[in-house]
């Protein structure tokens, strides 16, 4: 992923797939419901700790890898 953006929408699909209101996600992650709105919507400065707490609820996880800097 390159945007955060793309990171909140992955998020908002997941949530929803699993049948969950951002009240639902936010109790279960233990972060409030403006973070996890903020998050879907793509709000770049984040706590990353919180994300991880939302990743996890959903059953996500966030891996890094090596980009290809010739594109």
């Not at 233990?30 to 903020?38: D, I, L, P, T």
């Not at 890094?64 to 290809?68: E, F, G, M, P, V």
């Given at each position: 992923m390159h945007e955060t953006?793309?990171?909140?929408l992955k998020i908002r699909e997941k949530r929803k797939?699993?049948?969950l209101t951002q009240q639902?996600?936010?109790a279960i992650a233990?972060?409030?419901?403006?973070?996890?709105?903020?998050l879907e919507n793509?709000?770049?400065s984040v706590q990353l700790d919180?994300?991880?707490?939302?990743?996890?609820?959903?059953?996500?996880q966030l891996m890094?890898?090596?980009?290809?800097l010739d594109k």
């Open positions: 953006q793309q990171l909140g797939a699993d049948g639902d996600l936010a233990n972060v409030g419901v403006r973070f996890v709105s903020e793509g709000k770049p919180s994300v991880m707490a939302v990743l996890q609820a959903l059953g996500l890094l890898s090596n980009r290809d």
